[in-house]
């Protein structure tokens, strides 16, 4: 059975950080790439960042520099570092694969970034 499970989300205040976490089973992950998105109140799911089998990373603009994902197979788990967390982060983050022609998703992790 494939499962994502997000976790590491929370509240934060303006310029802080957080560590999201995505424990995956049901696949391994070194085959896949992997992404993160997020969902804001009112606002369609956008992608923020990509880690490649090869571990090469891609994020999104309004991220990139704050941003870091990166994977560790062994443990079959992917992260998302948060740094300089904006009031506009605010969102459901969600970790994605597209495993056997299918897109699966995590139930999502809530981060808020409010003062």
């Known amino acids: 059975q494939v499962q994502l499970v997000e976790s590491g989300g929370g509240l934060v205040q303006p310029g802080g950080s957080l560590r999201l976490s995505c424990a995956v089973s049901?696949?391994?992950?070194?085959?896949?790439?992997m992404n993160w998105y997020r969902q804001a109140p009112g606002k369609e799911r956008e992608w923020v960042a990509t880690?490649?089998?090869?571990?090469?990373?891609n994020c999104a603009d309004s991220v990139k520099g704050r941003f870091t994902m990166s994977r560790d197979n062994a443990k079959n788990t992917v992260y998302l570092q948060m740094n300089s967390l904006k009031p506009e982060d605010t969102a459901v983050y969600y970790c994605?694969?597209?495993?056997?022609?299918?897109?699966?998703w995590g139930q999502g992790t809530q981060v808020t970034v409010s003062s």
């Open positions: 994605s694969a597209r495993v056997r022609s299918m897109d699966v």
């Open positions: 049901g696949f391994t992950i070194r085959w896949q790439n």
């Open positions: 880690v490649s089998i090869g571990g090469s990373t």
